[in-house]
């Protein structure tokens, strides 16, 4: 099986733009999913976590067993309003592309992971025309993944890949609450 | 934000059973990232992987950071003919089922993923009686993660969250193949 494993990460000249959106469950968990499937083969992954500041176990995991993957927060742990977000939140929004721009020029990562900012232009805390820039000036060999519900057509156009997240079912229906390991 | 760094995994009486399926790019990779989130907050993970003998990048990466995960695969490096598997391809599958009726029932573990499960059950290399004996025996506080396309609606049924990933566009279609980190 030696075959599989690499050293080093394998590099395309193409690297993929892949979008998960949708309104069901498993968006930001496959996005982790997919930088844990990279750092096995040596990438070095960076998410960015849009409109989220609680500490997910995501981060606490990544802190504590993974060096290849870092998950920057840029925002409350409080939901922001569709209709009236708070200067704070489009602030920190702001902040996060600002640094999701310096990542991605940067070339130090093989794979960065834009969490929840499909949702963060919806809300127009961010620009779809910056983040539309941001994927078109990409490094060519860097894999881009942008999560969140409510993905723009003009996103889902560029993309390589594009999952859709459907909600058949879900257990905040039948009266459960958001759970750690779960939902956060 | 120490609130939320948890000694133990959160218990609760009724753990989750949740379903990933659907046609599109995103179900493996969700429950990976379902299960960093539950090991940020203590849990202990087990996935099996069924149909599948390639190292994947999570079987590298578990076995080299996560000592929460364990990956274990039962299935060879090759395609299941869906109308003709191999005698190898039943005799591995029904091997993972077994491993997983003894992992569920040591209650050692917090969230136990059977990946690609359901195209199992599909492909006839297990029972669907057997797996929906496995959900409803299982300890409650355990939280189980079932994956694959075609998912039986018996299982539908019985689960407390069933997520559909629905393909939009994929990179296989502009000729790109698999390629590590993405897909295995």
Redesign the interface.
């Known amino acids: ?1 030696s075959d ?3 050293k080093e ?2 590099k ?1 000249d ?1 690297g ?1 733009v ?5 309104d ?18 040596g ?1 070095k992954v960076y998410m960015i976590q849009f409109m989220k500041g ?9 802190e ?3 060096p290849g993957l870092i998950v920057e927060q840029f925002g409350l ?1 409080s939901f922001v309003m569709r209709d009236n977000p708070a200067p704070v939140d489009i602030e920190l929004a702001q902040k996060g592309l600002k640094r999701a721009t310096e990542i991605i020029a940067s070339n130090a990562y ?2 960065v992971i834009l969490d929840e900012i499909n949702v963060a232009i919806d809300f127009k805390l961010v620009s779809l025309d910056e983040v539309l820039n941001l994927i078109k000036n990409k490094p060519s060999e860097l ?1 881009l993944i942008l999560t969140g519900r409510y993905a723009p057509p003009e996103i ?1 156009e560029i ?13 905040y229906a ?1 009266g ?1 609450k958001g ?4 939902e ?1």
Do not use: C, W
């Not at 892949?18 to 949708?22: E, H, P, Y």
């Not at 993309?159 to 997240?165: F, P, T, Y």
């Open positions: 099986m599989y494993i690499e990460p394998e395309h193409r993929l892949m979008v998960l959106t949708g069901g469950k498993g968006k930001t968990t496959s996005a982790l999913g997919q930088a844990l499937r990279a750092i096995g083969h990438s609680r500490k997910y176990g995501e981060v606490i995991a990544a504590k067993h993974l742990d093989d794979m894999n889902v993309a390589d890949m594009v999952s859709e997240v459907k909600e058949i079912k879900h257990h039948s459960i759970r750690a390991g779960i956060f």
